[in-house]
């Protein structure tokens, strides 16, 4: 399973969110990779990524989950958990 | 046209524009040469140097030049957290900066460094109390900007200073560039901070120009290595007549500051009472905001139909800071108002003291036209 966590250099809630997937790649040995929405605007333009950041695209072979904006550790275990 | 944009950028003083072209013609040497034609720019910008320190008050500060407020950021935040990353690597700021805040923010976030936010209480401002639950001795700088760029509100700098006082290995950065030439700051502002940022074209001056006011004390990782300038810490040609510009429009921004704040603040009750009236607007700006900044949310109206219904008029304003200029809710203005509808409709007037009164009846006629022709859509 792999994250694709698109973000932005100006906003805070993917300041916010970082770590935190940083932190559930870790937990969960999740490949993770990151976008900016900004300077990586033609690699993401697959994805259709609407206004709100940041967004994680979970892809098991294709796109199985999308977590979009702030989210509590919690509740991102949650999500994994239910996808495992 | 009525321009009510000036939080965005200001349009250049003729003086100032005629210091500049003067500075450029007058002084071609480079500063940094030892022939007299180097000695006399260097003087011109030593003279410079000395009046905006003269105007800012500012005694065991350095003022290092950069390209703008966008570059001091950088330059503040990267700088010393570079230099210091043995003392701690965590970082305070709040939800209210702009882009170049977090950007560099990002940056140091990838190196190591803890990024965590401070509360704001109900009025957009700092929950002291929450700040002072989250610094500690790791804690390496604070950023937080004076004046929000987009509600206006204003920061309670003092004491937030104070707080960061108890920590001496602990750093105080405050972005300065929606105060600067709108308000006079107290005498002994820059003696509670550690580094202040701001950029001269939100006072009149020309684009291209910024300062870094950084207590003498601190050194700091510049961010260009290079050539010999006026600063340690900021490499390249100095830019003899944009140093002149800058301290020309402080120096004209700051006269009579105290009436052109009174009447700016005019403007803002007038655009208040009659925006008041309306049933679908918000007004998010609140006591603590500058008179320069009106925040409001017209609820049923998305703020970019507005804005270019406002242009076919020929005014102009504008949605969130031109920095971030994506459709998403503000968080400025969730702060203050709790409301998601509001915070995804803001607007902001950002006015002058160049601002006429004729100017403000005609931008209320045309909002209450547009206002009421958008929504019956």
Not at chain 2, 117 to 124: A, H, Q, S
Not at chain 2, 130 to 145: K, M, N, P, Q
Not at chain 2, 151 to 171: H, N, W
Not at chain 2, 308 to 332: P, V
Request: contains cysteine.
């Amino acid at each position: 399973m792999e994250l694709i966590v698109i973000s932005s250099v100006w906003c805070p809630s993917c300041l916010i969110m970082h770590p935190r997937y940083v932190e559930l790649s870790q937990k969960y040995h999740l490949t993770l990779t990151n976008y900016d929405y900004d300077t990586d605007a033609s690699i993401i333009s697959k994805y259709h990524v609407g206004d709100i950041l940041p967004v994680c695209i979970i892809v098991k072979d294709e796109e199985i989950e999308r977590i979009i904006g702030e989210k509590s550790m919690k509740e991102l275990n949650k999500i994994i958990e239910s996808l495992m | 046209m009525v321009y009510l944009d000036y939080s965005a950028t200001t349009p250049v003083n003729k003086e100032v524009l005629e210091s500049f072209d003067r500075a450029s013609l007058d002084y071609i040497g480079n500063p940094n040469s030892l022939h007299k034609l180097g000695l006399d720019a260097k003087k011109i910008i030593d003279s410079a140097t000395k009046q905006l320190k003269e105007l800012l008050h500012l005694h065991n500060e350095e003022i290092i030049y950069t390209s703008g407020a966008s570059e001091a950021n950088n330059l503040a935040l990267k700088g010393v957290c570079f230099k210091y990353a043995n003392r701690g690597k965590k970082i305070i700021t709040t939800e209210l900066e702009h882009s170049s805040i977090y950007g560099p923010l990002s940056f140091l976030q990838r190196h190591g460094f803890t990024v965590s936010f401070v509360n704001l209480d109900e009025k957009g401002r700092v929950d002291l109390k929450h700040l002072e639950s989250l610094i500690d001795d790791e804690t390496l700088l604070v950023t937080i900007s004076t004046v929000n760029s987009e509600t206006g509100i204003v920061q309670q700098v003092d004491e937030i200073a104070k707080l960061v006082s108890k920590y001496p290995k602990c750093f105080f950065h405050t972005d300065i560039t929606q105060a600067v030439g709108k308000y006079p700051l107290p005498q002994n502002f820059f003696e509670k901070v550690d580094f202040a940022s701001f950029s001269a074209h939100k006072f009149y001056g020309l684009k291209g120009i910024g300062c870094l006011i950084k207590k003498e004390s601190i050194s700091i990782e510049p961010l260009i290595h290079g050539g010999k300038s006026t600063s340690l810490y900021r490499s390249g040609t100095p830019t003899t007549a944009l140093i002149v510009s800058v301290s020309k429009a402080l120096r004209l921004a700051l006269d009579n500051i105290d009436q052109k704040y009174a009447y700016v603040k005019q403007l803002n009750t007038k655009i208040k009472d009659a925006l008041s009236k309306y049933a679908d607007v918000s007004i998010n700006s609140n006591e603590y905001s500058i008179p320069h900044i009106f925040n409001l949310s017209v609820l049923k109206i998305k703020p970019e139909t507005m804005l270019h219904a406002l242009e076919e008029d020929d005014i102009y304003i504008s949605t969130q800071s031109a920095c971030s200029s994506n459709n998403t809710k503000s968080r400025a203005v969730y702060a203050v108002t709790n409301n998601e509808e509001a915070s995804l409709h803001s607007l902001r007037i950002s006015l002058s003291y160049l601002t006429t009164k004729e100017e403000i009846d005609t931008f209320l006629a045309s909002f209450d036209k547009w206002y009421h022709k958008l929504n019956l859509r």
